[in-house]
Structure formats: C-alpha cells, structure tokens
T-cell receptor, first 112, second 114 residues
Framework: DSGVTQTPKHLITATGQRVTLRCSPRSGDLSVYWYQQSLDQGLQFLIQYYNGEERAKGNILERFSAQQFPDLHSELNLSSLELGDSALYFC???????????FGPGTRLTVL | GESVGLHLPTLSVQEGDNSIINCAYS??????FIWYKQESGKGPQFIID?????DKRQGQRVTVLLNKTVKHLSLQIAATQPGDSAVYFC?????????????FGTGTRLLVSP
C-alpha cells in the first residue's frame, strides 16, 4: 500500500459525459501527479500540482482539467468524454518537487 | 485485469534465473532514471533509480546499469522469483527543472515460471 488513495476504483459512463476522479496523496506529500495509462499510449504524464499550484503539464487534453485543494487532495475532471478516453488514471504523490513518486491504485474509466 | 498493452515485449525466465530487462531512452538531456514495477491491477511501484553521474547502482536483488553513450538502461534482477512477475517500466526525467515530469517507456512483461 503506497499511502495514495484514489476514488472511485471503477467508473463507467457514456460519451459526452463529465466525470471527476479524486486523489488523496500520502500524508505530508505536497506534490500530486496525474497519469493516463491506455492500451495504445502506455503510461503518460498529464499534469502536476505542488502545494495547490500547477507546476507542469504533459499531454493533457483541453477537455481535461485538474486542481489541488488546500487539504492537498486533487481532482481530475474529464469532460465531453470520448471512447478513446477509456483508460486507467493514476495519481502519484511525492514529498517535494523532485522526490520519488508513489502511485495510487488507479481509477479504471470505461466510456461506452 | 491487465492494464497495459497487449503487445509488450515479454521475457520468460525460470525461478532462480537472473533476469535482464532493457530500455532505450530518448532524451540525451535526461539525467535521472527510474525503474518501476507494475503488477496486474495495481499502480506502478518504485524499484530503483539512478542519476546520470553514475553508471551502476545496486539495490536488494536488483541492479540498474546506465550507458549514456548509447542511451541505454538495464535492470538486472538476481534469483528471479514468481513474485517478480509483472510489467517493468523505465522512466526518464530532466532534473533541476523544479518539477518531475517522468517519461515512461512502453514496458516489458516479465513472466517467472516456478
């Protein structure tokens, strides 16, 4: 158990819908990272937050957004969902800007 | 169920053998490299890391080798056990940028037979 929690574990929704994925980092970790893992793209970095501020962006679509709240938990919002958004979404946390990342168990999103 | 691509390179070994998993990285400016292990239905788990000022680093039963000349990274697992069966990813990063933006390789599936 990495100490990072993600909810929900599974999510099934329809195209065009919007969903919110939640992540709670390890106690004391200030950085939160979001990754997408799909069959054809592998594990891809989406976005990083540090102490509430966005720090780095990867291949994140404009339909996706994220935020980190004062209690350091983070949410990833996915809107206008498409079939191709079906994937595993992982959250990771670390203590600082360049420390080891600890991954959560992931949220499996299925878009029908 | 499995969370990674169906066409991953696969390494099949017998229990007790030594395993070597290879990775080619893309960015010559990358100076920090990590190996992750991902078991079915779980998130990636840190195994070992290495910085570019080193060419070898050892952990418990694992060794990472870095060849910057050819941009190649390898993970050696000694006395492989059935519990080592998983998908292994290398990841690279350019440090000292104020953030960690890992770029992951495609992964190698390790199958260990008893």
């Amino acid at each position: 158990d990495s100490g990072v929690t993600q909810t929900p574990k599974h999510l099934i929704t329809a195209t065009g819908q919007r969903v919110t994925l939640r992540c709670s980092p390890r106690s004391g970790d200030l950085s939160v990272y979001w990754y997408q893992q799909s069959l054809d793209q592998g594990l891809q970095f989406l976005i990083q937050y540090y102490n509430g501020e966005e720090r780095a962006k990867g291949n994140i679509l404009e339909r996706f957004s994220a935020q980190q709240f004062p209690d350091l938990h983070s949410e990833l919002n996915l809107s206008s969902l498409e079939l191709g958004d079906s994937a595993l979404y992982f959250c990771a946390s670390s203590g600082g800007l360049d420390n080891e990342q600890f991954f959560g168990p992931g949220t499996r999103l299925t878009v029908l | 169920g499995e969370s990674v691509g169906l066409h991953l390179p696969t390494l099949s070994v017998q229990e007790g053998d030594n395993s070597i998993i290879n990775c080619a990285y893309s960015n010559s400016a990358s100076d920090y490299f990590i190996w992750y292990k991902q078991e079915s239905g779980k998130g990636p788990q840190f195994i070992i890391d290495i910085r570019s000022n080193m060419d070898k680093r050892q952990g418990q039963r694992v060794t990472v080798l870095l060849n910057k000349t050819v941009k190649h990274l390898s993970l050696q697992i000694a006395a492989t056990q059935p519990g080592d069966s998983a998908v292994y990813f290398c990841a690279e990063n350019k440090e000292n940028t104020g953030f960690q933006k890992l770029v992951f390789g495609t992964g190698t599936r390790l199958l260990v037979s008893p």
